[in-house]
Each structure stands twice: as C-alpha cells, then as structure tokens.
Antibody
Framework: EVQLVESGGGLVQPGGSLRLSCAAS????????MSWVRQAPGKGLEWVAN????????YYVDSVKGRFTISRDNAKNSLYLQMNSLRAEDTAVYYC?????????????????????WGKGTTVTVSS | AIRMTQSPSSFSASTGDRVTITCRAS??????LAWYQQKPGKAPKLLIY???TLQSGVPSRFSGSGSGTDFTLTISCLQSEDFATYYC?????????FGQGTRLEIK
C-alpha cells in the first residue's frame, strides 16, 4: 500500500524552528518528485515546496523562501521540511504529497506534476 | 502567480442532484488542472487530473472538463459521501496554486 506519514509537528514560538519529516512506503520513493502542502485552520490549501527525485531542483512559494528548506534522503525513503524563523501565519496542517508526472513540454524540457498521494498531515502551531 | 477562482464558494444540494463547480484561471494553463476532494479532518484526495482524466478508483459520477482558463467539475448524481469541499489546482507553472475551495453541503 502506498503510504505517506508525516511527523515532527508541534507548538513553537514565533521566530523558532521546526523540522518536519515524511516517511514514504509502498512505492519507489527515489523515482518521484515530492511536495509539501499546508492548510491554515479553516482555510484552503497552499502548496509550499517541492523537490526533484535527486534533490537537484527545488521550488518554493514566495512566502517561505529563505525560511524553509525542503530536502530528502532517498536511502531512508524520507522527505523533510526545515522551517526557520517561524511566524504565526505558518500555523497550519502540513501535508506531504507525492508528485505524479502529468505532461511533458519538449521545448522547455519540463515536466508537469500533480499531487496524487497525500499523507494525513502534521499540525504546526506557532504561538507564544 | 496564477490565480485560481472557484464558484460558488459554497452551496447546498440534495442527494441525487447534478452539480457543477466552476474554476477559472487568471491565465491560460492548457489542461494542467487537478480537482481534489477534502472531508473535514482528512487529507485531500485526488479526483481528476489533466482537467478531465478520472483518477483510478474514483466513481464515474465525477467528471471534469475545460482547457485554457475555464474548467468545470460535475457530479452527476450526488451521493451522501460526496458532501465535502472541492479544490481545483493548476500545475502549469510555479508556484502551484489552488482555488479557494467550494463547500458542498446537504440541503
């Protein structure tokens, strides 16, 4: 069974740091791009970041650039999100998701990815 | 960033109804659009990708259409388990962006 299990959430003070983990199983982790998506309480979904299979490419939403770092360890089938300089507005449930290739642009040598498998999420609360 | 706008934001319907949710992109995204269903306290679930391709295991009463900037999700005959929030998402360019969600409630 394909499964993603997040961990590492908790209560942290503004300005603090937290590292989220996502353990993958049931598929060849090293063959997939992976994403983090978050959802603030009572709000919609916000994509945060994703990372290429070998970690050589990473993309971030502007609101976390310079504060969050996505990484992975293919030997451990694990995805990470290092969150620094946390703010109250980072309070959310953080989901790990698998990116599935959904198209290819030959001119740009660019693949398009949608998120096909999601974990259950881990809650991050930033508050004093 | 590409802005995704869904309509309506919420509405009520009855089991057996046919319902349509609309999603509009602020610029053309070809067919690089996905639809997700989310129930309270649960993770999102992929329903449709490439605007109209049904994800494996998703009931055939769900369908999607559109390309460019205008897209629709249709549920042909509402079942009790379909009452949830639905999100569209573009994966044409970074940052990947979602619509604000459409909450479907029981009338």
């Amino acid at each position: 069974e394909v499964q993603l299990v997040e961990s590492g959430g908790g209560l942290v003070q503004p300005g603090g740091s937290l590292r989220l983990s996502c353990a993958a199983s049931g598929f060849t982790f090293s063959s997939y791009w992976m994403s983090w998506v978050r959802q603030a309480p009572g709000k919609g979904l916000e994509w945060v970041a994703n990372i290429k299979q070998d970690g050589s490419e990473k993309y971030y939403v502007d609101s976390v650039k310079g504060r969050f770092t996505i990484s992975r360890d293919n030997a451990k089938n694990s995805l990470y999100l290092q969150m620094n300089s946390l703010r109250a507005e980072d309070t959310a449930v953080y989901y790990c998701a698998r990116d599935e290739a959904g198209g290819y642009d030959r001119l740009r040598n660019y693949y398009y990815y949608y998120m096909d498998v999601w974990g259950k999420g881990t809650t991050v609360t930033v508050s004093s | 960033a590409i802005r995704m706008t869904q309509s309506p934001s919420s509405f009520s319907a009855s089991t057996g109804d046919r319902v349509t949710i609309t999603c509009r992109a602020s610029q053309g995204i070809s067919s690089y659009l996905a639809w997700y269903q989310q129930k309270p306290g649960k993770a999102p679930k992929l329903l449709i990708y490439a605007a109209s391709t049904l994800q494996s295991g998703v009931p055939s009463r769900f369908s999607g259409s559109g390309s460019g900037t205008d897209f629709t999700l249709t549920i042909s005959c509402l079942q009790s388990e379909d009452f949830a929030t639905y999100y569209c998402q573009q994966y044409y360019s970074y940052p990947l962006t979602f619509g604000q969600g459409t909450r479907l409630e029981i009338k």
